[in-house]
């Protein structure tokens, strides 16, 4: 019995590639220097895995940038708008940064492409681009060689492809009259050439993820997907292929993918234990195929259960026989920050917890007692290994710190009236009128105020205790102050108090809430150099003092003007956090809803009469299937309406989201039952606000009018005419004026004059109100 791994993560464990990359890309460092510290990173991860006992070694799972980026530049789906940069004797590094990156240099000034989350994943990659009848080459060689630098070293590894299929699904179709799938027969010999040279050099697997296998399929997708399997076990009959599926279940696709003539299959058993039992019992499942187990989660930070796994591995070996398993994680590791071993700081993540967790270099190993277990080597060391994971998983079930009986009943005991406002939207917009008296088109912004260098260095001296509190204490009250001031002079109708307080909208609740760890090193890449590093959720989540209340009330208790509490929603604080394993997702939801809606009732006793609970990663949480839609959004929407019913009808609830599509979700965001919601809209020119009309969505709309992700300043006119378009949507009694999202990445200088044009613009239309009446 073997194991194998899908990917180690790329960026190092003291995110040594994010420093070369940014160091190269400010002219700090030379190409050589890059290249040296990405060789150093692949060398390290391939002796690593051989030494914690991994058969099959991953290569190619490497990228300076982004994999599905490589795919681009190694069969040539490379935008004609690049062809500049090909030809004019650049570096080929030259031409993959900038489409990444874009680039403006020797009057060269060329967009990036396209970034997008991967799945459902907080990793971004690369959306490949194409046209009709495209035509692919193999013309770069990056997958050959990290398979011959890996045997250099002696590591015999199996090259990572992206397939053919799910490559093509990841991309866009750039003109119509095409769909892309159809470009199969162009780019299958391509793929066909990478194979066979790779076979010449006695490669013994190569793994083709196939992840949109967890999605719903067409038939004509799966037909792809048998065309190309078929072909490569054709022409390579004796290659062994494994086929990789994760975040879900095979669902639909499982006939098909069975009936491949493919060496073996890795499924994703973390997320979808069940499919085990379908596969082992059909018929359908050829006699040879053997099956990769991703039993170790890939995606999340939890020590695995070793008699869960064992059970299911057990299962597996008395269907198929041994020789026909291999232990895998269930993914790629690259969603898993690298090494636990790292974590020193007790402060923030204690020894009970930190012996509850596995990082990736951890889970190797988890992979390999599995395997010893089974085939019982090493006896001994591998006993002691096992009986560690149970004792320490038993201790989790009962641990003190993690099960606090108040906040299990409190759950319990909710009823239906404790996720509704007291009366409906129209009765309470009567009533919060009256107590706001705001103006037609109230203009407001969505929270955060520019982030200066001064800001963060502030807060992050504070943290290590390098400024007193109360040098800090009055850094953050001068900076709120001046910021009121200036909201107020503009004539703002309803202000923020500017979040200068806040490093993160996740971490800084985190930190003051019970039931969450953080970790000192414990970074996943985004996307490019970028890293995140989630808190961890390991217990029952409750609330002990409050959080924003004093900065809050302190910009309400300097102005006249009404201040918007500020707040994250329950679901977003989930979304962004590694979440125990231990109960469902919906019940730790609720948890957060519950220490969230304590908050608000504080913020309206505190005489905050507006309050804004952010849910910007609402829609990222939908699982990979549209069948399972549903359930998630009842209990993120509920979770939301929790979080904000605890108030009276006089308190007006805001909740914002950056993002753009709601078509198909939009009954579960009129569902949340926000007196306003802020959306981002301003780069769609406000087409988005259609399914808002279409669907007579009731309350009020705050759309963006102006993209804050660009320094570029609005004109007046531009923004009057996108708040009479917005009014072609929306009823002007309904419409707010705001921008698209928070200000903490802008400058001051353009955010000042930014928002004196758009409060311009929403007098100017009202001055057009009164004058046509
Ligand atoms: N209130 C937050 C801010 O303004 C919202 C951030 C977000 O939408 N991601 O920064
Ligand atoms: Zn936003």
């Keep these: 019995m073997k194991t ?77 708008r690049y062809t500049a940069l090909q030809q004019k004797n650049h570096a080929t590094q030259d031409l993959y940064f900038a489409m990444a990156r874009g680039i403006q240099k020797d009057g060269i000034d060329l967009t990036a492409m396209e970034m997008t989350k991967w799945f459902d994943t907080n990793y971004h990659y690369i959306v490949p681009e194409f046209y009709k009848n495209q035509a692919f080459s193999y013309c770069n060689s990056k997958i050959v060689d990290e398979y011959k630098e890996a045997l250099a070293l002696g590591i015999k590894t199996k090259p990572v492809l992206i397939g053919p299929v799910s490559f093509l699904l990841l991309g866009k179709e750039k003109e119509n009259g095409f769909d892309r799938i159809d ?146 994680p269930s993914c790629s590791l690259l969603h898993s920050p690298c090494d636990l071993d790292l974590e020193t700081n007790e402060t923030n993540l204690s020894a009970e917890v930190k012996q509850w967790l596995a990082f990736a270099k951890q889970k190797l190993e988890e992979v390999n007692t599995l395997r010893n277990f089974i085939t019982k080597v090493n006896l001994s060391k591998t006993l002691e290994k096992v009986n560690e994971n149970s ?193 469902p997702r919906s019940e730790t939801c609720t948890q957060i809803a519950l220490a969230i809606r304590d908050e608000v009732v504080d913020l309206e006793k505190a005489g905050l009469s507006i309050i804004q609970i952010d849910e910007p990663a609402i829609r990222e949480g939908l699982p990979l299937r549209k069948e399972d839609w549903k359930t998630y959004l009842d209990w993120a929407v509920k979770a939301f309406r929790i979080s904000a019913s605890g108030v009276k009808d006089e308190t007006q609830i805001h909740t914002h989201m950056c993002y753009s599509e709601f078509n198909d979700i939009i009954e579960h965001i009129a569902a949340m039952d926000a007196d306003v919601i802020t959306i981002e809209c301003s780069r769609s020119q406000m087409e988005l606000l259609d399914v808002f009309r279409e669907f007579k969505y009731p309350n009020e709309i705050g759309p963006g009018v102006y993209d804050i992700h660009s320094p570029r300043v609005p004109d007046r006119s531009e923004m009057v005419a996108l708040i009479e378009k917005a009014k072609e949507y929306i009823a002007p009694e309904h419409l707010w004026v705001n921008p698209d999202c928070g200000l903490k990445t802008r400058h001051w200088d353009e955010t000042k004059k930014a928002l004196i044009e758009m409060v311009a613009a929403a007098q100017e239309c009202r001055q057009r109100v009164a004058v046509s009446h």
């Design 391 to 583: 004792a320490a998983n038993a201790e989790r079930k009962i641990s003190k710190s993690i099960h606090n009986p108040k906040v299990k009943d409190r759950v319990k005991a909710l009823t239906k009236k404790d996720d509704q406002r007291l009366n409906g939207f129209t009765q309470r917009k009567i009533i919060q009128q009256k107590a706001l008296n705001l103006p037609l088109y109230p203009t407001t912004t969505i929270g955060s105020f520019p982030q200066t260098k001064e800001v963060r260095s502030q807060r992050a001296n504070f943290k290590k205790g390098n400024t007193t509190p109360e040098a800090y204490h009055s850094f953050i009250e001068k900076e709120t102050r001046e910021t009121i001031a200036f909201q107020e002079n503009i004539g703002l109708d309803v202000l923020v108090h500017g979040e200068f307080e806040r490093n993160d909208m996740v971490e800084y609740f985190g930190e003051q809430l019970d039931g969450f760890a953080f970790t000192s090193f414990g970074w996943v890449q985004s996307y490019g150099s970028r890293c995140v590093k989630p808190p961890v959720i390991y217990g029952d989540v409750s609330r002990e003092n409050p959080m924003t209340v004093f900065w809050s009330s302190f910009a309400q208790s300097i102005t006249d003007k009404p201040v918007k509490g500020m707040l994250t929603g329950p679901v977003t604080i989930l979304q962004w956090s590694f979440v125990r394993n231990d109960q």
């Design 183 to 328: 470009l199969l027969p162009n780019l299958l010999p391509t793929y066909l050439k990478i194979i066979k040279e790779l076979s010449a050099l006695n490669v013994e697997h190569i793994q083709f993820d196939e992840p949109f296998l967890a999605t719903d399929l067409t038939n004509k997708d799966r037909e792809a997907i048998r065309y190309t399997y078929q072909t490569i076990a054709d022409k390579f009959p004796d290659l062994k292929i494994i086929l990789a599926n994760y975040f879900d279940c095979f669902g639909e696709n499982l006939d098909t993918v069975l009936e491949l003539p493919v060496h073996t299959l890795h499924l994703d058993l973390v997320r979808c234990k069940l499919q085990l039992d379908d596969i082992l019992s059909s018929k359908k499942l050829n006699k040879n195929t053997h099956l990769s187990l991703g039993v170790i989660d890939g995606r999340n930070i939890w020590k695995n259960n070793f008699e869960d796994s064992l059970a299911l591995i057990q299962k597996a070996i008395a269907h198929v026989g041994e020789e026909r398993i291999t232990i895998a």
């Design 4 to 80: 194998t791994n899908l990917g180690y993560p790329r960026i190092g464990s003291n995110r040594a590639l994010k420093k070369a990359l940014e160091n190269y890309w400010s002219g700090k460092a030379t190409l050589v220097d890059l290249e040296e510290t990405a060789k150093n990173i692949r060398t390290e991860n391939w002796l690593l895995q051989q030494e914690k006992g991994i058969d099959i070694i991953p290569s190619n799972d490497f990228s300076l940038y982004d994999q599905v980026l490589d795919m681009c530049m190694t069969v040539n789906a490379i935008p004609k």
